[in-house]
């Protein structure tokens, strides 16, 4: 099993910063791609960004050029920086998991974090 932590949401203005990290223990090692995932209030989750272990990333358009994912293997940890945050990016941002348990792929979920950007 792999678990996930959230932490580093919060409150922030308009045009400002977060950087948002997801803590991976358990089976770590069977861990081939992480990604960040987002559900507003009344929405659908949508895809936010992903990594894999060779480093290739994905963006969505929404946030392409302003959002970044980056992952530390040494730690375990994935982080998603956000400049320039809007009030569109309001939401609960889950970070996720893709690993392999049992000679199958599986997916964890963290417990989500809050990201509040006001006007």
């Known amino acids: 099993q792999v678990q996930l932590v959230e932490s580093g949401g919060g409150l922030v203005q308009a045009g400002g910063s977060l950087r948002l990290s997801c803590a991976a223990s358990g089976s770590t090692f069977s861990i081939n791609a992480m990604g960040w995932y987002r559900q507003a209030p009344g929405k659908q989750r949508e895809l936010v960004a992903t990594i894999t272990n060779g480093g290739t990333t994905n963006y969505a358009d929404s946030v392409e050029g302003r959002f970044t994912i980056s992952r530390d293997n040494a730690k375990n940890t994935v982080y998603l920086q956000m400049n320039s945050l809007k009030p569109g990016d309001t939401a609960v941002y889950y970070c996720?998991?893709?690993?392999?348990?049992?000679?199958?792929?599986?997916?964890?979920w963290g417990q989500g974090t809050q990201v509040t950007v006001s006007s």
């Open positions: 996720n998991a893709e690993y392999y348990s049992r000679f199958f792929p599986r997916n964890s």
